[in-house]
């Protein structure tokens, strides 16, 4: 289940993707419809993860994990 990435806990894994090139607003707008697609129906073993993302500076996609409920397999 995707939340809003301020509200991720501190000790969430984290995976950081960087972009050589800056990402357009077509870019972000594709990024983003997919990743919410994506984290909304993330599960391990039927239980909902806790995830969020944002993109920064227009190169660097982060992608979080909230583990403090349910481990990810």
Sequence with gaps: M???FSEID???RVW???SKNVL???DIHTISSNLDDFLNS???HGNDLL???TIELNRFLIVALDESK???S
């Design 2 to 4: 995707k939340i809003n």
């Design 10 to 12: 501190d000790n969430s």
């Design 16 to 18: 950081v993707f960087g």
């Design 24 to 26: 357009n607003t077509t």
């Design 42 to 44: 993330w599960n391990a």
């Design 51 to 53: 995830s969020s993302y």
């Design 70 to 72: 349910f481990n990810a």
